[in-house]
């Protein structure tokens, strides 16, 4: 039996294996060495040796190096006492595991029948090594058979490959539905997966400790299948794991009947007898298909012919630079390459970003596949680019939008210049952390219902969430979208994924991403199962008050699945700065938005779009597609392993700790009452992220540090990036976020401990040699920052002039109005607080003219239009942040004066 606590709870079996390996080698080594030197060896010893060999004994199978073969013989040397020739063999292959060699395909271990006396040779490095390592993956095939086959099967494979292959793979065997799945979960490797007639529906081998990868129902559920049922059984469910992969059926009974009714989760279907070869060249197109970078491959063919440049682009192929006379260090340091590929041309086998006919559509094509859009639209500015232009392709002037107050500035740009009337929504405060969660879905229900109540509801156009929020707050999104359906069958939803580009690539995070949420939304309306069920339920109280008490369910008839999803592509995955996408399953794209996306595209997008940034858009969607799967999952166990560190040391822990999902996501919002989801195992985790309204993304980690007396600002400044370069991007009064992402290294998590211990150890030695009063101080400061602020204030609402269309009923304001108006100087003054809150208590309204941002958190406080309150002039007050946009230090807040609002209020229309 493994040891559970050994191996981490989290995700992280192949770090679990690594770690097994080097333990493993490290035992035997230990033991050879002291044979060699005549040296006893003990119980202690070789009982290192068995307990590894038994934590490797359920994992080897999910692998294709070493093999179940190699690893037999592995087992029987221990068995047998061979030690040194055991301590070889294992050192042979962890250096294999360690140095990635096995990867060039080369590494066999596939002679160990007859060759069971040589077992150190196993693995051999033959002189077809390819010093040029092809990109290497791993191919499942869900069968039962014996090693003997397996052995054959794999010789066959390894015959076909030849010199000019693109790729090279090699074969992971399983004999069990249970384990093809658990193999997906486990292995990064696997990109392809063959699954033929016969295999079982329950798990040939005992994986109990892997109960978190093993899916005792779908044993019991492939066991209702007949044999020949099963493989199209099993499809689904390994799709849903990684959708990525590409699933072949190889049967050997009528092949052509079988093609006709075979789901459409399998690219292909072989016949056992025939199809061996096609089969393995289409595995290779398959990967080759994900692999092609159109866009990047153009430029860089572009890149190498020679050609005249005669427009106004003069470090076109580095020419104004190669032969100056003093920006050549611009080549030493950028390298040639970038300049050799900086042009603007649209033809020559390149294309247009803003009519694009060929190699960037099909980069665009591909990036739809891999993130599950309709439509992929690159964008070059950024996410601040992509949601304005969606606001405006969607929104014309007096259509009602629902917002989350606490949106990125972007959207309220948008909005703006989109002239629409904006609804805004609060999200939950944790007022404790000087920070918003997200805004609950009896918010939105709450909000769309008044606007149903006033008559409005035919103006509502748009809900725009932030999923997930910048301190890694998930919304339930296809729970959001059904409800909101209930109520408006047509609402389009753009969820600000600018964050959470990486989420499609885990099989936990994905069901929350708006592009699967939207997928299955549609599929789900589609059901004849669901129309039934929708049928047999009807409603039939429709009051407020039933429909907030109620979980609501879309008309199947009526609904439109119409949501649209922006990515940072830069901030999660690889891309050059300000690459994003803009991701579209909107069923009435076509018919209803086609046209004005465009428009809005053009509106927002330069005419000289950085080709360089387009290319890595395309590199970064083949890097996701290929091994999103495994950088994502390492992202995560860095992250754990980083909480675990802080957490669980003696110093750092007096200090510091990280902010749990109970400490930011309300008891009431955790319908599992989980409170510490992937800590307590995975299977844990995604009971959360089925059941519960909001959930935290792991990946970030926001770090409580109110007991070191720094503040959040202070400590990113002077502690973390001055003194060891270590760069952050958000912190709140007390707490201080990092992120992980798919670059986070071993090392990298290591330094960090290592500084955050070194910033402890100050502190602790600084309060051991205080004196009364720096001790006073100190405490001081602890006290201020462990205390709660003012509270964190709701959105108060617009001035009456500034209300949509002047109608009261329902609050929202014209942000473009109160926006534009203050452009008239005559309109406007400006007021210091203290003058801003003694007319206030003289019971005049004060109006804000700009949007005032404090950063942190962040957000805008005021929005054009928006009168001031008490909560948010106390809440100003106790913000100790030195940067606020749209405040003058020197001059006060900019409001519109009485004489202007009284003249508005006389012209209501104006
Ligand atoms: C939620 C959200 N949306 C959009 C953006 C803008 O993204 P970009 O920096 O790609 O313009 C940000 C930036 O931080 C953000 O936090």
């Not at 909005?415 to 009896?442: C, F, H, K, R, T």
């Not at 699945?561 to 891309?575: E, I, M």
């Not at 962040?858 to 928006?866: I, R, Y």
Request: aromatic share 10%.
């Amino acid at each position: 039996m493994v040891d559970q606590a050994g191996a981490d709870a989290y995700n992280s079996w192949w770090q679990f294996r690594a770690d097994s390996w080097s333990r493993l080698e490290e035992a035997t080594g230990r033991i050879a060495s002291a044979l060699r030197r005549n040296k006893p060896i003990d119980h202690e010893m070789t009982s290192a040796v068995h307990r590894e060999c038994a934590a490797l004994a359920p994992l080897e199978q999910f692998w294709a190096f070493p093999g179940h073969a190699a690893f037999a013989v592995v087992q029987e040397l221990a068995a047998t006492g061979a030690w040194e020739r055991l301590a070889r063999l294992v050192a042979r292959i962890n250096r294999a595991l360690v140095t990635e060699s096995y990867r060039t395909g080369y590494l066999d271990a596939i002679a160990y029948g007859d060759h069971r006396d040589d077992s150190e040779d196993l693995i051999v490095t033959t002189s077809q090594h390819d010093p040029f390592s092809r990109p290497y993956f791993e191919v499942l095939v869900v069968e039962s058979m014996s090693l003997a086959q397996e052995q054959r099967l794999r010789e066959e494979v390894h015959s076909w490959r030849r010199p000019g292959d693109p790729f090279i793979y090699d074969l992971v065997v399983v004999g069990s539905g249970v384990e093809a799945a658990v193999a997906m979960r486990l292995n990064a490797n696997i990109q392809a997966c063959v699954i033929r007639r016969r295999f079982s529906h329950a798990a040939l081998r005992d994986l109990t400790n892997l109960a978190n990868f093993a899916d005792e129902t779908l044993a019991a559920e492939l066991a209702d299948f007949s044999p020949d049922e099963r493989a199209q059984a099993l499809a689904p469910h390994l799709a849903e794991i990684r959708p990525e992969v590409d699933l072949y059926l190889m049967t050997d009974i009528g092949v052509e009947d079988v093609a006709g009714k075979v789901s459409h989760h399998f690219r292909r279907v072989f016949h056992a007898q025939e199809g061996a070869l096609e089969l393995h060249l289409t595995i290779l197109a398959g990967v080759a298909e994900r692999y092609r970078t159109p866009f990047f491959e153009a430029l860089r063919t572009y890149s190498q012919r020679p050609t005249g440049v005669f427009h106004a682009l003069p470090i076109s192929q580095g020419k104004s630079i190669v032969n100056s006379h003093w920006i050549r260090d611009m080549v030493g340091f950028y390298g040639l390459e970038i300049f050799l590929a900086e042009t603007s041309a649209t033809t020559g086998g390149l294309d247009s970003l803003l009519e694009p006919t060929g190699p960037l559509r099909e980069a665009q094509q591909l990036a739809a596949e891999t993130f599950g859009s309709r439509h992929t639209f690159f964008v070059t500015n950024g996410t601040s680019t992509a949601n304005k232009i969606v606001a405006q392709a969607l929104l014309a002037p007096g259509d009602i939008v629902l917002v989350d107050r606490n949106c990125h500035q972007s959207h309220h740009y948008g909005l703006m210049l989109a002239g629409a009337e904006v609804s805004y929504l609060d999200a939950y405060p944790l007022n404790e952390y000087s920070m918003y969660g997200a805004v609950p879905l009896q918010e939105i229900k709450s909000k769309l219902l008044a606007l149903r109540a006033a008559g409005k509801l035919d103006r509502v156009k748009l809900l725009m969430l932030t999923n997930c929020t910048f301190d890694g707050i998930v919304y339930d999104v296809t729970r959001v979208m059904e409800e909101c359906l209930a109520i408006k069958p047509d609402l389009v939803f753009l969820w600000d994924e600018a964050w959470f580009a990486f989420a499609r690539f885990h099989h936990v995070y994905r069901p929350r991403t708006a592009m699967e949420a939207a997928r299955t939304l549609a599929d789900k309306l589609r059901s004849p199962t669901y129309r039934a069920q929708y049928e047999a339920n009807l409603p039939r109280d429709d009051s407020t008050e039933a429909l907030l008490s109620r979980r609501l369910s879309p008309d199947p008839a009526r609904a439109r699945v119409r949501v649209y999803a922006t990515h940072s592509t830069h901030k999660t995955l690889t891309a050059l700065r300000q690459g994003s996408m803009i991701h579209v399953y909107d069923q009435d794209f076509a018919l209803k938005v086609a046209e004005s996306f465009h428009e809005a595209y053009m509106a927002h997008t330069s005419t000289s779009p950085n080709y360089q940034i387009l290319a890595s858009l395309d590199l970064g969607r083949r890097q996701a597609a290929l091994e999103g799967f495994e950088l994502v999952q390492r992202q995560l166990e860095y992250a754990m392993k980083l909480r675990d560190a802080i957490d669980h040391h003696p110093l750092l822990s007096k200090y510091m700790h990280c902010l749990s999902t109970a400490e930011m996501i309300p008891e009431k919002y955790r319908a599992s009452g989980i409170a510490q989801p992937l800590r307590t195992g995975l299977s844990n985790m995604i009971t959360a992220w089925e059941q519960d309204e909001f959930v935290l993304d792991p990946s970030r980690v926001t770090v409580y540090i109110g007991l070191t007396g720094v503040d959040g600002a202070t400590f990113k400044r002077e502690r973390l990036m001055d003194k060891f370069g270590i760069q952050i991007n958000k912190t709140s009064r007390n707490t201080v976020l990092f992120m992980t992402n798919i670059g986070t290294t071993r090392s990298s998590v290591a330094y960090l401990i290592e500084v955050l211990v070194s910033i402890a150890r100050d502190i602790d030695n600084n309060a051991a040699e205080m004196n009364l009063a720096e001790r006073a101080a100190f405490e001081r400061s602890v006290l201020h920052l462990t205390n709660p602020t003012a509270p964190l204030p709701n959105f108060s609402g617009f001035h009456p002039v500034f209300l949509g269309q002047s109608d009261p009923t329902t609050p929202e304001g014209d942000v473009r109005k109160a926006f534009f108006l203050s452009y008239d100087h005559t309109l406007c003054e400006y007021l210091p607080a203290d003058d801003v809150e003694d007319r206030m208590e003289s019971g005049e309204s004060l109006v804000s003219a700009t949007f005032v941002t404090p950063y942190p958190p962040g957000f805008p406080v005021l929005v054009p239009g928006q009168v001031f309150s008490k909560e948010i002039l106390s809440f100003m007050r106790s913000l100790d942040t030195p940067e606020i946009h749209g405040y003058q230090p020197a001059l006060g807040y900019r409001v519109y004066t009485a004489k202007a609002l009284e003249m508005l209020a006389e012209r209501p229309s104006s």
